[in-house]
């Protein structure tokens, strides 16, 4: 790369043309290989965290959003449900982390959605990168966001006296799960952010998504209130799963069977919407 | 050896719906030549480019970039050019060097080749660039700068520019003019679409003019041009002057009959060369005819394309080009 100069040549000598078609063709290669793909993952990674570092607003979902549920679920639904506060919070907590886990997976496709209409996009496009490196690259780091997110709920919890029976450990694996469930259910609104026309329709199409997911779920109320057909479907949602895992890993420190099934409806969630994303993308600008 | 041509497209199509945004195009750009693609907006040129760099599907016909073929290699294909948009297609949020940097990295370059990629194109874009604010408080002409030097990061042989000058001022055009023949002097090929035909003139090679979708005519600068004549000379005849002598007046020195537009006392007539304005004028003045202004303007796009198709550059246009050079010696 030492004989790039774009000084202005003397004009009296034009220099030898330093650039050799024949021998770039001859370099191309037809496909990116693994080690490329993930380097060029974490550079739009990188790219996403300077963007968010200059945008902070892109953080009131995961920080607000888990101090004020908190403390509205909790005085709302305690009593009702559990008899009092302290008593909701072990079944509640977990129920929060899972519930704004998935809506920070909300905004990822929603600003996607913003981002791929900018022209940085074409670049991207045009650009001989994995396909998959202009998705994955902020959803890695997104991660930061379900961190937040989830280790919040946590301290907010503790502060309105919630103390874990699962210790350190259980609520770090809690907080593990509920990120690496976050990172997987985020495919689903990355295919919706590559599919909708604009970032409200992508921000529509989640909202009725994200609803029944969090709600027809055992995240606030125990399954065995419910009617026998609804609590079917509650017994099948991944987000059941994980608060489920969650609840064992940080009330009582136990990795259970839940925690199997979460990770295997992470992996089928992936599995299904990663390549349709990719595809969409591919088809779409 | 046998050197296959950069750019080689038959029968390029696009269709969106029942319209047909590129409507069968054959393109032949030579390796090292700049090749001008010119029209109006709305005439296709975009649409053709992005199907040239994997950017949008090919709906009809086939293209090799370098003999590579764009529908089966894209990734190859991919690794041969770069893409300098209409739109500066760099990140707003980042810095000039971080956006650099990215590009590189995204590439390939290790950590410090794509520092230091960075650090010496910023050197020869421009210090304001070197600033590490975020691009969206730049200039639109340091952002288009910026963006062909992300073009330029992996010396791609084969560089597209999408109208690199719509908008700039003419300081600002007059440095990416100046870009852009450095790199055809390292060797490089390019494929520049412009509304300009002042532009096309400057820095192209070959130059073909589309329209609707369509090639309707190619050739060199000079032979484009002279389809229209070196330039147009305007008169407007003072109130009560008579046109029909006045028309035979410059005739008879032109040798051409010039077009008039009898209400508003106004004709136009090409102009071999520009200095024979003034006979003109001095046969008017003996003839005793009064003129109110004359205006001498180069052949703009509007003319080379009136003459070529029989029909307006304007018409299809969302924005009609009626910014194209004019010189004006009089009023």
Redesign the interface.
Known sequence: ?S???????APAA??T??????A??A??????TLA?TV??TL??A??AL??MR??PEQFFDVTIQPLLFTAMFAYVFGGAVSGDVQSYLPLMIPGIVGQTVLTACMATGVQLREDME????????????ARI?PLAGPMVADLVRYLIAASLTFVTGMIMGYSPDGGVLGVLGAVALAIITGWSIAWIFTFVGTLARSAQSVQGISMLLLFPLTFLSNAFVPVDTLPGWLRDFVNVNPVSHLISAMRDLANHGTVSAEVGWTLLAGLVVIAIFAPLSVRSYR?H? | MHQPPAVHATGLEKRFGDFRAVAGVDLEVRQGEIFGVLGPNGAGKTTMLRMLATLLPIDGGRAEIFGVDVVREPHRVRQLLGVTGQYASVDELLTGRENLRLFGRLQGLPRADARATADRLLEQVGREAAADKPLSQFSGGMRRRLDLAASLITRPPLIFLDEPTTGLDPRTRGQMWDTIRELVADGCTLLLTTQYLDEADQLADRIAVIDRGRKVAEGTPDELKGSVGESTLQLQLAPGADAALAADVVERVLGRSPVLTPESGRMNVPLPAADEAADVLIALRQAAIGVAGVTVAKPTLDEVFLAITGHDAGEESQTPTDDAPAMEVAR
Not at chain 1, 17 to 22: E, G, L, R, S
Not at chain 1, 27 to 32: I, K
Not at chain 1, 118 to 129: A, C, E, Q, Y
């Open positions: 790369m004989t790039v100069d774009l000084e202005r040549p034009p220099r043309p330093t650039v050799d078609p024949a770039a063709v370099r191309a290669r037809p496909r990116t490329e380097s060029q550079s739009m990188w790219r300077k963007k200059r945008n900018k022209g940085v996009f074409d670049r991207f496009k045009s650009l001989p990168i490196a088809r600008l």
